[in-house]
């Protein structure tokens, strides 16, 4: 369980953005999860919650994008779709072997702030 | 007034930002550094006793091992007459960049051909944390099972080895190889798998040759010019 760690991280990155915007409350984050960060989303909402809690930014959203792997057949040029959670060992059409791609994602992509200060 | 901003920055920049440090002063140093991932009792220790006692003739290695408590793995290294340094994560499931950093200048690491990490016993959590490491290892013992590949994809399709352990106990098992190579280069087609026991010795010359093939390469590749740790 390293998701308490990793919403340390965000909260930290979260609040370097917005010094320089005036005072002011933290309303929501979006952050990307990719199937292959070896983070588990609703381990992080929790996680994100406990971290907050305690702060002036306390009941802050996180809003989750979930972004899964995709198995790339390169003779089929084609992506072979699979349940979620399952792999597949070879390309279910040409029978070849797949690559992995994508799914390592994990960025604080947006975050949205209340401001105390007028525009 | 509520305003929207982008941030698009990477969750673990600052771990990156510390793993490049590592990586440029390794590159420097020509020392290959390998991160042995692995759930616990999977022997990583064992692999690196019997891996060190091979090598320490004609090779300088040096160890760095995490977990959450007591010194005995790094008792257990010391034995074989090379350095190891304890890392004590107190309860934190992996090991970061900066553990490395501050263990390198404690111990004096200084420049070993060879510097193996020994992560914390978890096949998750040390996944997402770059230690500037040149390639991950991630250790599979034959007691775990033949599906820990597809339940556990992240790390088996980050790590450039996959090293089976306890091939000894393959006799008594129903533990499918054939299996476990298919979900292996599924997930990373260019995946090395090395079968080894190291009670019997199965495996391991061909496991050394490989460090030692992977530090040749690291000796002969220039560093990128005007950087330095």
């Known amino acids: ?119 | 007034m509520s305003r929207v901003i982008d941030v698009k920055k990477r969750v673990l920049e600052e771990n990156e930002r510390a793993a490049s440090g590592l990586r440029k002063r390794f590159a420097e140093s020509k020392t290959l550094v390998t991160n042995l991932i692995s759930s616990p009792g999977s022997g990583k220790t064992t692999l690196l006793e019997e891996t060190l006692k091979r090598m320490k003739d004609h090779l300088t290695g040096a160890v760095l091992v995490g977990d959450v408590a007591t010194e005995r793995d790094a008792e257990r290294i010391r034995a074989t007459g090379l350095p190891a340094h304890q890392i004590l994560t107190g309860g934190a499931c992996h090991l970061d960049a900066r553990q490395i950093m501050t263990a390198c200048d404690e111990a004096k690491v200084g420049t070993p051909d060879i510097l193996f990490i020994e992560n914390v016993g978890n096949l998750i959590c040390p996944t997402s944390y770059d230690l500037g490491e040149d390639f991950k290892v991630v250790l599979l013992s034959v007691a775990e099972g033949d599906d820990k590949p597809f339940k556990y994809p992240a790390i088996f399709s980050r790590a450039e080895v996959t090293v089976i352990t306890k091939a000894d106990l393959l006799e008594h098992s129903r533990f499918d190889m054939k299996a476990v190579r298919d979900q292996v280069s599924s997930l990373n087609p260019e995946a090395e798998i090395v079968i080894t026991s190291s009670y019997t010795g199965e495996g391991m010359g061909e496991w050394c040759e490989l460090l030692e093939r992977r530090l040749e390469v690291k000796r002969s590749t220039v560093p990128p010019a005007g950087q330095s740790a």
């Open chain 1, 1 to 119: 369980m390293h998701e308490m760690g990793i919403a340390a991280n965000i909260y930290e990155l979260a609040q370097q953005s917005v010094s320089g915007h005036g005072p002011g409350r933290l309303l929501k984050v979006r952050v990307a999860i990719g199937e292959l960060s070896a983070v588990e989303p609703d381990l992080l909402r929790y996680a994100w919650e406990a971290t907050t809690s305690v702060t002036p930014d306390a009941g802050c959203e996180m809003e989750v994008e979930w972004h899964p792997a995709r198995q790339f057949c390169p003779s089929c040029k084609q992506d072979r779709s699979r349940s979620e959670g399952s792999w597949l060992r070879i390309c279910t059409e040409c029978g070849g072997p797949l690559r992995v791609e994508g799914g390592t994602e994990l960025d604080l992509l947006q975050i949205e702030y209340d401001s105390e200060e007028d525009e």
